[in-house]
């Protein structure tokens, strides 16, 4: 069983319940837009070996425009969606779950797997879209 949007007190609270150790997943609005979790939950969560399932990874397609992504994209013959999906796919202890309302976007979604980022892509990804450094509200849609 999972949970869904809890932020890092609340799921501290969970595992003290009766079998609340037992949580197997948090489902979190988590994406390049979005990256509060970093801070604490993620690091949290990974040390307990609970998986953060993202749900929105590509900010509900407002990255798939992101000119920011185009030339990092564009150099794994991918698109900017394909990017960020890419992404949030190669954080430790998350899973993604893209939206796949046509089997086009299906395609492009499991084409996203055989994009191997570089350390370069990392850092150009962390400067358009930079990581928290500071506790943040978890986000939510």
Known sequence: WGVSNFDTHEMEELVSLPAGD????????????????????APWSRQRGIPLMAYSPVDQGVLARNASLEAIAARHD?????????WVMAQDGVIAIPKAS????????VAALDIELTREDFAEI????????RKQGLQMI
């Not at 991918?78 to 890419?86: E, G, V, Y």
């Not at 962390?126 to 450094?133: K, S, V």
């Open 126 to 133: 962390d400067r358009a879209f930079p990581p928290p450094r």
């Open 78 to 86: 991918a698109t900017p969606a394909q990017l960020a999906l890419a």
């Open 22 to 41: 037992s949580v197997q997943t948090n489902q979190i609005l988590y994406n390049l837009s979005q990256r509060g979790p970093e801070f604490d939950l």
């Open 102 to 109: 046509k089997q086009e976007h299906i395609r492009q979604n």
